[in-house]
């Protein structure tokens, strides 16, 4: 999840638990509000009631009834039991009758109040004295008016929630959309460069910030990699030259030694061995520096539009030149029918020369038997297939072959350097393609070589 996101979502359930919080607690307090505002209505009749009992009286009892009915409404369900003092066959009826807690009764008796809620239903009980008279009350009804304003709340809460996450949610993104702007921007401007422009840098905000502080940092490193890069270029360059030019006065010296009438036999053979040695050390120079300049991501290169089936034709050609005895066969049986498919943006000698290692490892390795090379197509990337008939790569070995100066164990009495497959890995990688090795030890070996196709 992009931290974007996650800020939303994170700012989204503190802003939810805070909120539902706020509507618990009104939920609670309105409920005791109303509960409690009920149990009194309901203890006013049963102490209207509770009098009316006490008064001997009937015509006074006649107007405490009167004064209910006037003043006071029936409540929902209302029910009212009356105990006389002594009254022990009664309080034992009422108590099986009614769904109360022995605590309930224990306070009316102690005069303490006595409320209670089961099944919707509210509960109240009184002790009341007067003019020597004791009598016991419990009172019950139902509060729907009080429940119908709780659900009405409870739904009005629920609903506001949900409205308030939804603008709380959308907020969160809008927000944290705006906050990451500037890191989007550096993330768009940091993947256009390569070392084909070390020279841009990323725009600074006069905001002294952290994204200020980050674009600084990114400046600061694309500052030291194009001066190594500067550093490196020179010294593969200079060593070039400087490399090569020993070598010839080597080989030729060993040359001009070799055609001198006088020589005797133990010394031509001495200058055939140095100009054998010097021509596997040109060799080899030419090699590290071929594979220290891919490591520059082809700044000095030309990238142009290339042909995969022509330039594996031009592969092909070169080692027919090289090794005209060669096995190498080309398939294009898997040739998209969109010739646009075979395009790719890329340094046609830096491919040339990665395709030729590759097939030419195989052909070494197989002792010239047939290798083939597949073209095709999947998923908007070119598929190039190498696969050989040869000795096969050890399993414990196959993770090393792109290591520089690597050779399998099973390689002794084949001559090479182990800069092939490294330096054809490197051009693979430059080109933002990739290789996967198959192998039996045997058996042969298949190289499957992807590259994105050209997209103008």
């Not at 090794?323 to 969109?338: C, K, Q, T, Y």
């Amino acid at each position: 999840m992009k931290i974007q996101n996650r800020i939303a979502l994170i700012f989204t359930i503190l802003t939810a638990t805070i909120i539902l919080s706020f509507s618990i607690f009104i939920f609670t307090f309105s409920r005791k509000n109303i509960e409690n505002g009920f149990f009194h209505r309901l203890e006013v009749r049963s102490d209207v009631i509770a009098h009316a009992s006490l008064d001997g009286n009937k015509s006074k009892e006649a107007i405490y009834y009167d004064f209910k009915e006037k003043h006071l409404e029936d409540l929902p369900n209302e029910e009212h039991f009356v105990i006389g003092a002594g009254d022990v066959n009664k309080a034992n009826e009422i108590r099986n009758k009614l769904p109360l807690p022995s605590s309930f009764y224990d306070n009316i008796i102690r005069k303490e109040p006595a409320r209670y809620i089961a099944n919707d239903t509210s509960y109240v009980g009184l002790n009341i004295a007067d003019n020597g008279k004791n009598v016991i009350i419990v009172s019950r009804a139902v509060d729907l008016y009080g429940q119908e304003e709780l659900d009405n709340l409870k739904n009005l809460l629920i609903i506001g929630f949900l409205i308030a996450m939804f603008f709380v949610f959308t907020l969160g993104k809008l927000f944290s959309y705006q906050i990451f702007t500037p890191i989007r921007q550096i993330i768009r401007n940091v993947k256009g460069i390569s070392a084909h422009n070390l020279h841009q840098r990323l725009v600074v905000d006069s905001a002294q910030d952290e994204i200020g502080d980050l674009s600084n940092t990114f400046n600061d490193m694309l500052n030291r990699l194009e001066i190594t890069f500067d550093m490196q270029h020179n010294f593969v360059s200079n060593a070039s030259h400087e490399f090569r030019t020993p070598l010839t006065v080597i080989s030729g010296e060993a040359e001009l030694g070799l055609s001198g009438p006088e020589v005797s036999d133990p010394i031509k053979e001495s200058f055939q061995v140095i100009l054998r040695e010097s021509e596997k050390l040109e060799h080899l120079t030419a090699s590290m520096l071929s594979l220290a300049q891919t490591g520059f991501d082809g700044t000095k290169e030309q990238w142009e539009k290339i042909r995969i089936d022509e330039l594996i034709l031009s592969v092909k050609s070169a080692i027919d030149n090289m090794h005209p005895e060669n096995e190498v066969r080309i398939d294009f049986s898997g040739l998209p029918a969109d010739e646009g498919k075979l395009e790719l943006n890329g340094n046609e000698t830096l491919l040339k020369a990665a395709f030729t290692n590759i097939v030419l490892n195989g052909y070494k390795y197989s002792d010239n038997k047939l290798v083939d090379v597949r073209i095709g197509f999947e998923m908007n990337h070119i598929v190039v297939e190498v696969t050989d008939r040869g000795i096969g790569i050890p399993d414990k070995e196959i993770g090393q072959i792109f290591v520089p100066f690597f050779r399998a164990s099973n390689t002794l009495r084949y001559q090479g350097y182990g800069i092939g497959l490294p330096l054809a890995n490197n051009i693979i990688k430059m080109h933002h393609g990739s290789i996967s090795v198959r192998s039996k030890v045997g058996e042969g070996t298949r190289f499957i070589i992807f590259l994105p196709v050209y997209i103008g």
